[in-house]
């Protein structure tokens, strides 16, 4: 089942002399379950890319259809909304709340959505990220590891449509990366989560079921 279809895609910023394209006509699809890695070099698109896919910016052309919607149909305000609740997005440098402990990072979409706290859920979420003696613990109180996991559970608790993850593992040494990408692609097993993983890590990519190459805005390869 297709879940995600990027059409034509395309990012342009400034004009005349200043004129960068930075995404040029890409397309792709995902199907649901799939745990899909972009990689390119620094300035390739691929970040540009995953933060189109997420609505968290509009294109200069081409469509997103997450689900069979046309995400760019939408106004800012139902964007908004749909990215809370179909999209879950991991950064590379966890942007926790720092004054709310990890149960209220993990929770803070449904809270922020006025919806209820399933504590079956929650401790499902917590034993999967291996943080239920944490779960009382603020951001400062946790290693880099302990955040990043914690982010992952925030992305995850809404069962999201799809997960982007944003160079998840940049901010970590080599143990936490491991652990991080072992994570990720247990949710992807265990939950059929369907996750897109930007990532500058040949190494990193080869987890994922699926790699596609960008450089300089274009798929360059894929497979």
Known sequence: MEILKVENLTKIYGKDTTKVVALDHVSFSIEKGEFVAIVGASGSGKSTLLHLIGGVDRP?????YIDGKNIY???DDKLAIFRRR???LIYQFY????????????TLPLSLDNREVDKNT?????????????KNHLP?????????????GRALITNPTIVLADEPTGNLDSKSSDEIVAL??????ELNQTIIMIT?????????DRIIKIEDGRIVEEG
Do not use: C, W, Y
Not at 200 to 208: F, G, L, P, Y
């Open 60 to 64: 200069t052309s081409g469509k997103v």
């Open 73 to 75: 149909n939408f106004d």
């Open 86 to 88: 179909q999209v879950g």
């Open 95 to 106: 942007n926790l709340i720092p004054i709310l402990n990890v149960e209220e990072n993990i």
């Open 122 to 134: 929650l401790n499902d979420m917590l034993k999967l990220l291996g943080l239920q003696n944490r």
């Open 140 to 152: 400062n109180e946790l290693s880099g590891g302990q955040q990043q996991r914690t982010s992952i």
């Open 184 to 189: 990720l692609k247990k949710s992807n097993k």
């Open 200 to 208: 500058h890590n040949m190494e990193i990519a080869k987890v994922a």
